[in-house]
């Protein structure tokens, strides 16, 4: 192995292993999104009667809902613990090393790309356990897992650029309730076209987090949908790489040598 | 006289906190209007739902729901608070100095209704100036803040007994997890009727469920079942503040 896939494979492991070691870090991403998802499937499933709604399941079109909440756990995670590593000078060691500074994010956001890989699987299968058939089949699920893959990549860099620019784990996990309003001013619970309030449809139209959940919504329940996947994939690299840019931009003044 | 004192002196200092503090209050003003906003904006196509049946709109529908929410959310925070001031060893001064201990709760119970009371002032201006209505002459709306206030209490008084036995920060979720499972397993979206299938049932045993039905019903300006939510809210509030005063007695036990 080159010396840099060592330097990842070596960082990736020890994020996925501290993680594992905190269950509140991967208890909480698995759990929570699937409350919310019970609670509503439940409360909501009359709205499948209005007029244009695209399912008769609200359990299905609401599945799409753990994947981003996730990814917004993978945003926290991915900065809290970095922070972490800053705050206690763990990043500071790794200076005095010849680890490169492309390793290290790749080694830390690779742990976080593996934890939304585990819960992408895990929210498929309860859905699949409560009678969710994804459209789009086969080829589809593994689109939806690449997929989930890309959104914690990009959403994990978010949470290393907040980490790398503030050095503060309680800053970066004050940042949750503002992607949480992301997610709530969105599509989330019904579809753009049936949201009555005018300035709610254009807050959702303008929110990219809508074209992300219409995205994976897309595969589970209309099928195959060129348009929805381009606007999600699209999305979801533009956060991908607007973050990772930012992120290699911070990297140095925090792994000064 | 004793217990008056302290329960002024305690509820002074954790409202002077939150009030001088945004990191405290701002969250405490803005969550609920968030989620006000969230469900009232975005679900209003709810209303249209074959056999929605509130007559006041959406809007109306859903300030109760939140309302009732920052009421028990409120009681919760303070619960966060005193967790907080028992890791600053604070409380633990607190026992040996006040001449009467139960003043402490009574105290912090205080703080959470007064510090709700400006979270319900905040929400009902939004409210009504982005054109919620209120059914009948308005004459019922006192009774649906009583209802929210006793909410308040019982939460706050759950949060209360648990940060007393717990006595660390680490504790938070067990005081918001319940409180949430309880607001969220009740009628939020759509009537008691309009539920399907196990949430149904779940929402019909939720002592929650009567206190939002009456609440909507005293917004509509036609009460109905108010005895039944006055007589779960109070109950639940009688019934927390025995858990509160048997944490008391847990944490002047542990010293």
Redesign the interface.
């Known amino acids: 192995m080159s010396d840099a896939a060592d330097q990842i494979f070596v960082l990736a492991r020890r994020s996925v292993v501290r993680t594992s070691r905190q269950p509140a870090q991967w208890i909480a991403p698995l759990v929570f999104p699937m409350l919310l998802l019970a609670v509503n499937s439940g409360g909501l499933k009359a709205v499948t009667h209005l007029p244009g709604f695209p399912t008769d399941s609200y359990v299905a079109f609401a599945l799409a809902v753990p994947f981003i909440q996730g990814a917004l756990f993978a945003t926290m995670n991915a900065g809290t613990e970095l922070a972490r590593d800053i705050q206690t000078g763990f990043l500071n060691r790794l200076a005095l090393t010849p680890l490169r500074g492309a390793a290290l994010l790749a080694g830390h956001l690779g742990g976080v790309v593996a934890l939304g890989l585990v819960q992408a699987c895990f929210y498929l299968a309860v859905g699949l356990a409560v009678g969710v058939r994804p459209a789009s089949g086969v080829g589809g699920v593994a689109v939806l897992l690449v997929f989930a893959a890309l959104i914690a990549l990009a959403f994990g860099s978010l949470g290393t650029w907040a980490a790398l620019r503030t050095g503060s784990a309680e800053s970066v996990q004050s940042l949750f309730p503002v992607f949480f309003v992301f997610l709530f001013l969105s599509s989330m619970a019904i579809p753009r076209n049936l949201i009555q309030q005018a300035w709610f449809r254009d807050v959702a139209n303008a929110n990219p987090v809508s074209y992300l959940l219409e995205c994976v919504r897309s595969l589970i329940i209309t099928g195959w949908n060129g348009e929805a996947l381009g606007l999600g994939f699209g999305v979801v690299a533009a956060v991908g790489v607007g973050a990772l840019a930012l992120s290699a931009r911070a990297l140095p003044q925090r792994l000064a040598r | 006289m004793r217990l008056a004192s302290v329960a002024r002196g305690v509820a002074w200092r954790s409202l002077h906190n939150v009030f001088t503090n945004p990191s405290l209050l701002i ?1 405490q003003l ?2 609920p209007l ?2 006000f ?2 469900f009232a ?12 049946d509130f007559a006041e709109g959406y809007t109306a529908f859903q300030f109760v729901f939140v309302l009732c929410q920052s009421a028990a959310f409120g009681g919760v925070f303070t619960g966060f608070g005193i967790a907080r001031d028992f890791e600053t060893g604070f409380v633990r001064r607190l026992l040996l100095a006040a001449p009467n201990r139960t003043g402490i709760v009574l105290g912090y119970a205080v703080a959470a209704l007064t510090r709700w009371l400006v979270t319900a002032t905040f929400l009902t201006a939004i409210a009504f100036a982005v054109g919620m209505k209120v059914g009948g002459s308005g004459v019922d709306l006192p009774a649906l803040y009583l209802l929210a206030a006793l909410v308040n209490v019982a939460a706050g008084l759950w949060a209360c007994g648990v940060a007393m036995r717990l006595r660390t920060m680490q504790a938070f979720p067990v005081m918001q997890f319940p409180v949430f ?1 309880a607001l ?2 009740a ?4 009537p008691l009727h ?6 149904h049932g ?1 929402a019909y045993v939720n002592p929650l469920t009567r206190v939002l039905e009456a609440g909507r019903s005293f917004i509509a300006g036609a009460p109905s079942e108010a005895g039944v939510a006055f007589g779960v809210a109070a109950a639940l509030a009688v019934l927390f503040a025995f858990w509160a005063l048997r944490g008391l007695r847990s944490a002047e036990a542990a010293g």
């Not at chain 2, 904006?41 to 929605?52: A, E, I, K, T, Y």
């Not at chain 2, 009628?187 to 759509?190: A, S, T």
């Not at chain 2, 309009?194 to 949430?199: A, H």
């Open positions: 969250p803005a969550f968030f989620f906003t969230a904006g975005g679900l209003s196509g709810v209303s249209r739902v074959p056999g929605f499972l969220f397993f009628p939020v979206y759509v309009l539920l399907q299938g196990w949430i779940v």
